[in-house]
């Protein structure tokens, strides 16, 4: 992604992202931008990061925007409830839970989301923690879907 594209995300939702994150987008490594291209054909629109502005918008968008026909309750108890301002979208599971980023801290500390749920627990503390527990936790899904076809 280049410094243009990452800079109409931060005026679109009035924020400044954090120096890991920005550098990942600029300069994803090429071993997950591979892998994230396999999961993208394997589950369209689900990524544990989105490396294409258009995607962070309209997801962040969505979420932010009751009115829009993909939107769904932040809170399942209260479908008034509204995102969470403070947590900024960057990729999802199939399940359709998000990676989320504050950045508003000027951190990269990455948290997760699980649909059903009102906390936000840290996923890792950076953006190079993050992609390692991401191998690691898809390379175990990986593992048990070899072991359940054998």
């Not at 931060?10 to 090429?30: C, D, H, Q, V, W």
Request: hydrophobic share 35%.
């Amino acid at each position: 992604m280049n410094e243009k594209q990452i800079q109409s995300i931060e005026k679109k939702f009035s924020i400044t992202l954090p120096n890991g994150y920005r550098k990942m987008l600029a300069s994803t490594p090429p071993l997950l931008l591979a892998w994230l291209n396999y999961e993208e054909k394997e589950n369209p629109g689900q990524s544990p990061f989105f490396v294409d502005h258009r995607m962070i918008a309209g997801v962040n968008q969505m979420m932010r925007d009751p009115d829009d026909e993909e939107y769904f309750a932040f809170d399942p108890n209260d479908d008034s409830k509204p995102w969470p301002q403070r947590y900024f979208i960057i990729g999802s599971d199939v399940g359709g839970n998000f990676y989320c980023i504050a950045p508003a801290s000027n951190k990269s500390r990455v948290y997760f989301w699980n649909q059903g749920d009102t906390v936000f627990p840290k996923y890792a503390d950076t953006m190079a923690g993050f992609v390692k527990r991401l191998f690691k936790d898809y390379g175990e899904v990986a593992a048990m879907d070899c072991e359940s076809d054998t």
